[in-house]
């Protein structure tokens, strides 16, 4: 693993790395009176800056959201690297997210009609285009394409809002003061609510399907060996 360039943000701190990512590399400081965490990335300047008004809203409804550190050179993400405040809490469980249901709910209402994240598309605009934030449906096969695209076809007709886009055990915390904080914004987007209701609480099969759908397409070119098995369990939904 490499470790971050922590000068860039004037922290001097021993650091260890974080279990759990998929996707990125992830190291948190020991010993400050604030600690940090730091996240490799491959996203733009343009859509971390977007995170920030989304996580006001994300605020205001009552969850606890890491601030997000600009570098001494003023960016959010600098030489492929962010930094942010660590929180510490207990992981709560997909059967658990029910606790949070009425404050996600107050965010989607709060976001609709919320520009799209720089760089992402949403799972009705792949409707008709190809490539968008970790999806590139160019690079999968026709029939694993369509197979996709008829899942999400089935619930474009709802309305839009920004979504969290990965509330997984991790990335959902409870706080000793019982609040929740919501960790891990990398694949936050607009798009259905049901990116972030449809794994623990699906209102219809047409959710989940088009949920599995995201997950194949998401993963198809970083994590294949998940993304094949999620389009094995689509074509059997």
């Not at 998929?22 to 343009?46: C, I, M």
């Not at 999968?140 to 309305?159: E, G, Q, T, Y």
């Not at 891990?184 to 759908?213: I, K, N, Q």
Request: hydrophobic residues 40%; aromatic residues 8%.
């Amino acid at each position: 693993m490499t470790q971050p360039p922590i000068a860039l943000w004037d922290v001097q701190a021993p650091l260890e790395p974080l279990a759990g990512g998929h996707r990125n590399q992830a190291w948190r400081t020991r010993g400050l009176p604030q600690d940090v965490v730091f996240k490799s990335t491959t996203r733009s300047e343009a859509a971390l800056a977007w995170l920030t008004p989304v996580q006001d809203v994300v605020r205001r409804c009552g969850f606890v959201v890491p601030e997000m550190l600009r570098s001494k050179n003023g960016l959010f993400a600098d030489a492929g690297w962010t930094c942010e405040a660590f929180v510490e809490g207990e992981p709560v469980s997909p059967e658990g997210l029910v606790d949070v249901a009425t404050l996600l709910a107050d965010f989607h209402t709060q976001t609709r009609g919320w520009w799209q994240r720089p760089g992402f598309l949403s799972s009705t605009t792949l409707l008709a285009q190809d490539r968008g934030g970790d999806v590139d449906l160019a690079k999968m096969p026709p029939d694993v394409v369509a197979l996709c695209r008829a899942a999400w076809r089935a619930v474009s007709d709802a309305a839009t809002c920004v979504v969290h886009g990965d509330l997984a055990p991790g990335n959902v915390l409870q706080l000793e003061d019982s609040r929740f904080a919501l960790l891990d914004w990398d694949e936050c987007r607009v798009d259905l609510p049901l990116f972030d209701t449809a794994s623990h609480a699906p209102t219809s099969g047409a959710e989940t399907r088009a949920h599995l759908a995201w997950e194949v397409a998401c993963g198809w070119t970083r994590e294949p060996e998940y993304a094949r098995d999620m389009a094995e369990r689509l074509r059997n939904t």
